[in-house]
């Protein structure tokens, strides 16, 4: 008799976090990778297969519930993912930043951006993924997870980062709504706090923590981490975590 | 000489803590409130003008910046108002509560409206009342200030209230960034979790704390803070309480 | 008939808020003043009894169970006490601060000295007062209140403040366990952040939040406060309060 | 040239939490485990010799400064100690519960047992402990770590637990300030909050979320979650984590 046999769906993948989550829940699963452009996750898709491992994207825009929705059903159409069990559903999108703004100099449309890709795309993913984790609870290898990747700005409000603040409070609000509602099911709900910048293409030029070696945050080290809270045994389960390099000010 | 007078903006008025605020606020101030129907301020507004003070409503939908922007225009242009100060400017708006279900069964919707009427309200809120509280810093006699109700969701996100959350976690970490940029400034900005059911009409039959005497949370309690928290000297703001019965779990 | 009189009782005095609540409350009740040396409570005993109120000073030293005892007993022997009601009770002893010092530099001393000035000394205090605000609770005319004063190392454990960090800390966690003890029984328990650098004698030459006016917490703000937060009607406790200057950073 | 060798010392062992860790780290390192009777780590110390490790045990007072020095001490003089450096410090102490009592009923000796092995025994522990680890940061294989045992009540203070709370509201603070000083320093300062009733012999009988399977927290969870932040690579840090069973109610 065969094993079932079960995936991954990681929502907001790009250069940075999304690859190296990618690349490390590929070891084990199939990874589905979901990105507004083809770009974001086409390379990565080539890298995992040309690598002997199982990958496909598609494009999606998180804040659309058709289009979430209908992500959820390519993936579970297409060969390799039709059949099998969702094991991990990761969001990881980072929409919505804004940049740093005096209040009174932002606009409407960077709070909705924020409000959009953090609480609305979480639901939307969550939506989606949590009825088939729920499914996955009898036979998964690790507890069926939902990870969401949270900022500094979740659970601190800063001057001039009012809009990311709101979209990443809510998101962490809802996060734990889910942890409380679905841990008793079995399903593993745990948001991680990235209190840095992280260590990807984008902030090679950045003048970070002094330019302290291994200042910035390691894309792999929060795949690490990812990896351990979704290898978690159902007696111990980690709701929030934070991470940030040791010369981070905290 | 004459000295300058200031008004107070109170949005979300109703039969409970709006109406308690407002009246408090009507004590010192005109005050002007805004609700999305008439009938939600015109006994409020005529008890207040019966009574000698000066209240004017206008109907606005907090969620629409179009609606929020003519709202303060009018106010302005109101005898009794034009030319005068902004003092308090407070954000009671309790939309989106959604009840309590499971999140399968939740609509986006339900996510959407908690989403507007709480930090995109907010936002609006804000967005027109501070340029003019912070006209008000060099007279007002009290610190101009922007108070915004929050709720036991605004800092714990329980099961089964997973939109209800999202907005209130939203809310307060908007409330927190704006009071880091603005308190410098001069403007106090506070928000209060009001952490229990708020004695009103609609509450009446609620078995509340087992029934016990004072088990829920005067609408005037509320409002005594809100007034208590206007008042600070600003050589001592406080950003946040929380305010429940003596009998409230917690 | 008579009715019943009541007083209050203040741990930790000298020229900053202790002296200001001191003042505050004697506004309304007699009070009783603990300190370890007489010189910190004389003059203000003085002060309140020449202006026509009823203060009596106690050399207490809060770290010893024997001491704290004999002050209440002391107390309930003192005309103008013997027979009333214990009101409020106001720890606000600030020892053990230890200064700013790497964590190998500190002796066991100073940590030592911070667990006994903080939550030793609040639960020796509250030990002695509960029973008296218990007994307080049917006729006293504001709800029987226990504060007790905080900083900014209550919720934050700085670099550099190991020792004090770990008895302000103490001291929260303990004022919030009789919190949720005593206020279904109808005493008020309430935790105050002072997050400042307080306007005392001796920070006079202090240069803080670059010598912007108001930029030290006023003594006497945090007196009104401890009043206000003294007089909150049962159906609306406040248990904790935060409170700094509007210049501070946090 | 030979390869430099690194130990780890663990503090309160016994049945659950601290054999598992024993056990865990044992299987990399010589451990030194402390307990203040030899029973509680004879038969660790010998199932973990047997099985071809290395371990000693050592009879300390955690809460005495001369007995935890002594500890380190004679560490250092053990063979296949001597001359290694620290890699990991566990400080797992679990004494001063007192259990679950009105506070007028408990006695002062319940919070100084709190006190002294929860903030006093830490400090006694990390002044020995913190100069061996940073004397291992450049060539420890994974940073030197600190790692502390926390519980429910180190950020909730309960009714009925005010000794306790206050006692791991302590260690809360000071772990958080050594963090804060020492992780810039390479070595890494860790606090898990152990939200559960531990599947330990002692516990056997408890009924615990209503008898579900995996209800209670495996100490083997711990202490793999242990490992884990040990090895976590410095350019990502946890300073604190959550663990609580699937069913436990938060």
Known sequence: MA????????????????????????????????????????????????????AVGITTDVTEQASVENAFTEIQKTDGFAGAGLAAAIYNVSGGFGGRKPFLETA???????????????????????????????????????????????????????????GKFAKRGLAQSLAREFHPQGVHVAHAIIDA?????????????????????SPDAIADEYWHLHTQHRSGFTQEIDLRPYVEKF
Do not use: H
Request: glycine share 10%.
């Open 197 to 217: 910048v992280i260590d990807i293409p984008r902030t090679k030029g950045y003048n970070v923590n002094g330019g302290a070696p291994d200042g910035k945050l």
């Open 3 to 54: 094993t079932k046999s079960f995936y991954a769906v990681i929502a907001g993948v790009g250069a940075g976090t999304g690859r190296s989550v990618a690349l490390k829940f590929a070891k084990t699963y199939p990874v589905a990778l979901l990105a507004r452009k083809p770009e974001s996750y086409q390379d990565i898709v080539k890298e995992i297969n040309d690598a002997g491992g199982k």
């Open 108 to 166: 409407l449309e960077d709070l909705d951006a924020s409000l959009a890709s953090n609480p609305r795309g979480l639901y939307l993913f969550a939506k989606s993924a949590l009825p088939l984790l729920l499914k996955s609870v009898p036979d998964s290898p690790n507890p069926p997870t939902l990870l969401v990747t949270g900022a500094t700005a979740s659970t601190r409000g800063s001057a001039f980062f009012s809009g990311f603040a709101a």
